[in-house]
């Protein structure tokens, strides 16, 4: 079975430009998880989904970040206008049924200039 | 709130020393403990887990016991080898295991081993 898949891997782009990073989850699993990882920070979870639906997004940063997930096999995160302080690994993680089954994708490493 | 403590890192170990990481946590009701393990490169993936106290989780020769009197749940592994080399992040789970439960993780903690 494929994994959580995540694209792009990797991402440069300018301040002040839009960015969208993607996710497709596990099929057959109900959660998705956004988490964003710096070293100063370490692993921050952003936001969750369950059923397509959000559940908590308290830990999005502010306005510029936001998240979607229109059905079960896609999600996307979007940031607008990015910052040089968005620079980081941001990860998506998808589970069924008990939450330490947290499958986690690859990750997007991005990079604001 | 919840919230997991790690030891800081980085830990340098020889091959075949012996291993501890050191979690604690701080949480309401009774949360399930998880240890997960990021390769180079790689996003997390789960190394083990412990729903209750006194429970030991163990995988690929580490382990963890759920100690509710001190709140901890240390890995430990007996004698380490390169491919451990890794960043190893401890965190709960907020309500028990139930679907969809957002997880807390601890800072992490990175591991390097040297032959």
């Known amino acids: 079975d494929a994994g959580v898949i995540q694209s792009p891997r990797h991402e440069v782009t300018e301040m002040g430009q839009e960015v969208t990073l993607r996710c497709k989850p596990i099929?057959?699993?109900?959660?998705l998880f956004w988490y964003r990882q710096t070293m100063m920070r370490g692993l921050e979870l952003l936001i969750y989904?369950?059923?397509?639906?959000?559940?908590?997004d308290s830990g999005m940063p502010e306005d510029r970040f936001s998240a979607k997930m229109p059905n079960a096999s896609f999600s996307t995160l979007k940031i607008q206008p990015s910052e040089p302080r968005d620079s980081a690994v941001y990860f998506c993680?998808?589970?069924?049924?008990?939450?330490?089954?947290?499958?986690f994708g690859p990750g997007t490493r991005l990079t604001v200039l | 709130g919840n919230s997991v403590t790690q030891m800081e890192g980085p830990v340098t170990l020889s091959e075949e020393a012996f291993l501890t990481i050191n979690c604690t946590y701080t949480?309401?009701?009774?949360?399930?403990l998880f240890w997960y393990v990021q390769y180079p490169g790689e996003g997390l993936q789960l190394l083990l887990k412990?729903?209750?106290?006194?429970d030991k989780g163990s995988n690929k020769g580490f382990e963890a016991t759920y100690r509710k009197e001190t709140t901890s749940f240390h890995l430990e592994k007996g004698s380490v080898q390169v491919s451990d080399s890794a960043v190893y992040f401890c965190?709960?789970?907020?309500?028990?295991?139930?679907?969809?439960?957002?997880?807390?993780f601890g800072k992490g903690t990175t591991l390097s081993v040297s032959s």
């Open positions: 949480a309401t009701g009774y949360p399930s």
């Open positions: 965190a709960l789970s907020e309500n028990g295991s139930q679907a969809g439960t957002a997880l807390i």
């Open positions: 989904f369950n059923n397509n639906v959000p559940i908590d």
């Open positions: 099929s057959g699993h109900n959660s």
């Open positions: 993680a998808s589970s069924r049924g008990t939450a330490e089954k947290q499958f």
């Open positions: 412990a729903t209750k106290a006194d």
